[in-house]
Structures are given as C-alpha cells and as structure tokens.
T-cell receptor
C-alpha cells in the first residue's frame, strides 16, 4: 500500500509565476489536509478537503492560494503570483473517513517550494 | 481554540541516556494527542497517540509518552537514546468534537551525541 505521494518534491519558481503542488492520498483515504512549514516554525494548517468539498480553509491566505480535491485525480494546492515569502515546505496528509477524530494523519514527503 | 507548546527548541542527550521531550496543550474538550517525528528533508512519521485509557502510551522505535490531565502535558520519553533518534519532534492535539484539524507545536530538535 503506497503512502501519501506528493510531487514535485522540489519546485523552483520566479516571483509572479504559478506553483501547483499535487498530493495523492493513501489508498482508501478520502480526507486530505495541507500544511505549510516555514523555516524555524512548526506546521501550520492550511486547508482540509474531502472529495469535491472544501471542509475547512481557515488556514489559507485570503489571496493567491486555492486548493481542490476533485472526484478523480490528486489534490492540488495552487499558488498564484508567488512571492518570496511563499518559499516553504508544503506537506499533504491524508486520513481515512474520520468517523471519529482519533485517526492519525499520514504525511507525504512534502514539496519544497523555492521562489527566486 | 486549541494550542500546543513545546517549550524547548532543542534537547541534547548522550547516547544511552534517557530522553524527555516536553509538550503541553490547551483544548476545549477532551484531547486527542499525537507525536510525530521528522527526519531531514522528509515528511512526518507518526510515533504514537493518546485517545483514552492508560496514561502511558507506547509507540514506535521504543518511544512512549505519558498523558497527565492535571498538568495538561504529554511528554515524550525513551529510556535509552540512540544517535539515530536525532530528529525534529512534533506534538499535536485535536479535540474530541469529531473535527479533524490537528494543531502542531513548533517542534523540538533532539540531538543525541555518541
């Protein structure tokens, strides 16, 4: 059973370009979470999605950031018009249907975004 | 709002000695507590969790954690540290409301010297 997969592992963009980060959850998991890890900081929750639904986007910046988890295919975190402050490691996690909230989340290896 | 505090940015311990990585939490309902470990340039790996039951929880790689409700703490422990335990450790909490967002601490870097 493959774990959570993220690609690309490393992404370099120039200021003003768009960044697209992909996440394929573990088989059988229908819940996806995105986190951002900035240098010297912990993980900050960004968004929680189920298939075709955004459940909680309270951690997403109001502008330039969006996320989706379509019926088919991976979850996408999209950052438009990137700025240097967007440079960070972005982690995706997945969990099975949380009938109760004690299921642990399984993390992918992350995408390290560098904005030049 | 829920929060996690990891008061030590770094913990240094000699190989073979016991280690403790501290974590305190704040949550409105009953806490579900987790420890994760992150090796350089890798994602987070789940170590252990407390949901209910025994206050001492055993997890992967010989780690354990003790839940203390009165002190709102969930310290990570290991009786004998290994150099290979050197990594970044995160404590996380969510409440029992059925909503699955995890709140993480800032992380504690554990350095085990030979």
């Amino acid at each position: 059973n493959a774990g959570v997969m993220q690609n690309p592992r490393h992404l370099v963009r120039r200021r003003g370009q768009e960044a697209r980060l992909r996440c394929s959850p573990m088989k059988g998991h229908s819940h996806v979470y995105w986190y951002r890890q900035l240098p010297e900081e912990g993980l900050k929750f960004m968004v929680y999605l189920q298939k075709e639904n955004i459940i909680d986007e309270s951690g997403m910046p109001k502008e330039r950031f969006s996320a989706e988890f379509p019926k088919e295919g991976p979850s996408i975190l999209r950052i438009q018009q990137v700025v240097r402050g967007d440079s960070a490691a972005y982690f995706c996690a997945s969990s099975p249907k949380p009938e109760s909230s004690y299921n642990e989340q399984f993390f992918g290896p992350g995408t390290r975004l560098t904005v030049l | 709002a829920q929060s996690v505090a990891q008061p030590e940015d770094q913990v240094n311990v000699a190989e073979g000695n016991p280690l403790t990585v501290k974590c305190t939490y704040s949550v409105s309902g009953n806490p579900y507590l987790f420890w994760y470990v992150q090796y350089p340039n890798r994602g987070l790996q789940f170590l252990l969790k407390y949901i209910t039951g025994d206050n001492l929880v055993k997890g992967s790689y010989g780690f354990e954690a003790e839940f203390n409700k009165s002190q709102t703490s969930f310290h990570l422990k290991k009786p004998s540290a290994l150099v290979s335990d050197s990594a970044l450790y995160f404590c996380a909490v969510r409440d029992d409301s059925g909503y699955s967002t995890l709140t993480f601490g800032k992380g504690t870097m554990l350095l085990v010297s030979p």
